[in-house]
C-alpha cells in the first residue's frame, strides 16, 4: 500500500484510557486514596510488597467498575481473573502490578458521542474493560540528579478502558474522551481529574489511504496531560506519519512521549519500550466473581445518563438542543436547572438565567456549579421579580449575585443595598436631566434621527445606576421627546 504524495488520508486513533475509581481506599488494602498526601505515609505491608502480605479485593472498586461497564453497554463477565502483570521499576515495589489480562471484567461494549457541533454522532466500540492497581510515583524533580519515589499511589484502584481503533480525528478523538469523562462523572466512579492524574490517556495512531480498511503501522503516544494537549499530540503524530509514508519510507512501530512544552513528540528509548510481561493468573487472589444480583441492583441504580438527560430537556421542557447540551454537560447545572424549572412557569426563561448568570457567576469566582452552591428557590425568586417588572434584568443581576455572596434572600438584599427600580418621580428626573444635558441630540431627534432614543435610554440608565426600568425610560422619553 502506498500513500500518494496528494491522495487523501485518514487517520485512524484508539484510545487506552486509565481511571482511578472514586473509593476512599485501595484496591487490595485498607490504605487511604488522597491526593497530595505527604510522600509515602499511605503504605501498608502490601502496597509496599512486604513478604507475607496478601492482597483483599476492595468491593467498591468492583462496584465502581461494573457500574461504568453496564453504562459504557459492556458485557459483563460474572468471572474474571486477575493476572500479574511482571516487570522492574522503583515506583512498582511488588515487581509486579496486579491487573486482569485474558479474562476481563468486561468486553464488547460502545459510547455514542457528538462529533462536532451540531454535527454526525460517532460510536467508538470498546475492546475491554478491567480493574487493576496502580503503581507508585517517581519524583523526578524533588531533589538535584535524584530521583525520589512516592508510593502513595501504589494499589490505587483504576480501570483501563481500551477502545477499538474507530476514532478518525485528533477532534473526534477530543470529542469522544469528553464524552466519556461526563459519563463517569455522572456515574460518580471518578472524578476525572486529568491535573491530578485521575484520568489519563495512551493512544494508537496510525494514517492511511482515505476508504482503505486494512491498518498501517502504528505508533503508541504517551504523556498528554490534557484534552487540548491530546488533540495537539495526535494532530502532531499523524502529520509525522503522513511524512514519512508520503516520502515512501515505513513508520516504525515505536512509543512516543509528547512532550507539552516543546510541542512535539520524541520516542521513548528502545528499553524502556520492549515488554515482555509474562502475565499469569495471580495466585493470591481467587477468580473474581460478581454476583449476578448485584450486577442487577447496580444496573437498576444507574443514574440517567448526560444523553438521556439532553434527550428529555427537548422533550419535557421544549429546551432547544443547544440548551440542553450545556446544561447536561454537567449534572450539578442539569439538576439547578430542573429545580428552577419546576418553581417558574417558563423553563426557557430558566435556562437563560442558569447558563447565563448562573454560570458567569461560577466563571468570574473561579468556582464550580456544586461550589458555587445556588439555592433553586432564591434563584426563582429573583427571576419571577424580574418577570413582574419590579426587578430590571441588570437588577436581578446585581441581586443575585449578592445572595450568592451573602447567602440572604432577595427581598432582604434589596432593601439592604438599595436594589430596586426607580419610582416615577426619579424616573422622570432623569429623563428630564437627560434630555436638559443634550440639547444638540435633542434638536437631531426631533428632526427625524430616531435612532438617538438608544443614546437617551443609555444616559438615563447610567445616571440612575441600573435602578431605571429601560421599558418605562423608552416611554418617558419617547413622551418627553414628542413634546418638543
Ligand atoms: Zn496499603
Redesign the pocket.
Known sequence: MTVSATSAHDTIIGLEIHIQLNTF??M????RVEFGAAPNT???????GLPGALPVVNQRAIELAVRAALALNCQLHLSSVFARKNYFYPDLPKGYQISQYDRPLATDGWLDFQENEGGGVGRVRIRRLHVEEDSGKSLHDRFAAKTAVDLNR??VPLVEIVTEPDLRSPAAARAFLGQLKLALEYLEVSDCNMEEGSLRVDANVSVRPAGDSEFMTKTEVKNMNSFSQLEKALAYEAARHLRILRSGDQVEHQTMLWDPARGEARPMRGKEEVHDYRYFPEPDLPTLVVPEELVERLGGGLPEMPWQKERRFVADYGLPGYDARVLSSSRALADLFEAVARLRPDAKEASNWVMGEVLAAANDLGLTVERLGVDPKGLAEVIGLVAEGRLSHNLGRQVFRKMLETGKSAERVMEEEDLRLAGSAELEAWVREAIDGNPAEVERYRAGEEKLLAFFIGQVMRKSEGKADPARAREALVERLGKG
Open positions: 481506599s485501595k487490595f488494602c485498607g490504605c499511605n503504605v501498608c505491608p502490601v502496597c509496599l501504589a494499589g
